[in-house]
T-cell receptor, first 114, second 112 residues
Framework: AQSVTQLGSHVSVSEGALVLLRCNYS??????LFWYVQYPNQGLQLLLK??????LVKGINGFEAEFKKSETSFHLTKPSAHMSDAAEYFC????????????FGSGTRLSIRP | DAGITQSPRHKVTETGTPVTLRCHQT?????MYWYRQDPGHGLRLIHY???????DKGEVSDGYSVSRSKTEDFLLTLESATSSQTSVYFC???????????FGPGTRLTVL
């Protein structure tokens, strides 16, 4: 069975500062891992995904995430926050492409201070 | 953007009335999903489908039913709406169950 935990329901950073959103997963098989972003009043949009290729995954809008098996983590980072990054971010996990569904975390709301 | 539309986008209804939400895709994806999103709960899976007439329950299926008679359409029905079903409902599609999903714009449902 798979599960995912996002640490911190709300993160606030200053514009230009490092963004770090934490995600830990539990999976009985090598996982597929995803980060999604949701802007206000919109649906979720895929930021990036890990499917057992490179452990460092680059996504859209300057975000990247590193898969660390020893820590069962898949934290999302961006070197320099921009005001437009303010949104809710969801981490998700699945067993593999044959699984019937993916499991979402509860989300982290990112606020950017001017 | 993936070709997913949801209708209606907003709906206000009264307790006890039936409500049907529609999800339509033009991507020919096999898997379709209905989620609800509520503050503090993130996304919760209601029902999903892995093919025409093949559906299964998610974690919060009570009070909801679904139907999929065509690849492109996935309907979510609230047989008798309750105030606890006030939420934002998202449809998603995927080419395989465990791979990434693409989301529709959402339907905001208010049950008075």
């Amino acid at each position: 069975a798979q599960s995912v935990t996002q640490l911190g329901s709300h993160v606030s950073v200053s514009e230009g500062a490092l963004v770090l959103l934490r995600c830990n997963y539990s999976s009985s098989v090598p996982p597929y891992l995803f980060w999604y972003v949701q802007y206000p009043n919109q649906g979720l949009q895929l930021l990036l995904k890990y499917t057992s290729a490179a452990t460092l995954v680059k996504g859209i809008n300057g975000f990247e995430a590193e898969f660390k098996k020893s820590e069962t983590s898949f934290h999302l980072t961006k070197p320099s926050a921009h005001m437009s990054d303010a949104a809710e971010y969801f981490c998700a996990v699945s067993g593999d492409s044959s699984a019937s569904k993916i499991i979402f975390g509860s989300g982290t709301r990112l606020s950017i201070r001017p | 953007d993936a070709g997913i539309t949801q209708s209606p986008r907003h709906k206000v209804t009264e307790t006890g009335t039936p409500v049907t939400l529609r999800c339509h895709q033009t991507e020919n994806h096999r898997y379709m999903y209905w989620y609800r999103q509520d503050p503090g709960h993130g996304l919760r899976l209601i029902h999903y489908s892995y093919g025409v007439k093949d559906t299964d329950k998610g974690e919060v299926s009570d009070g909801y039913s679904v139907s999929r008679s065509k690849t492109e359409d996935f309907l979510l029905t609230l047989e008798s709406a309750t105030s606890s079903q006030t939420s934002v409902y998202f449809c998603a599609i995927g080419s395989s169950g465990g791979n990434e999903q693409f989301f529709g714009p959402g339907t905001r449902l208010t049950v008075l």
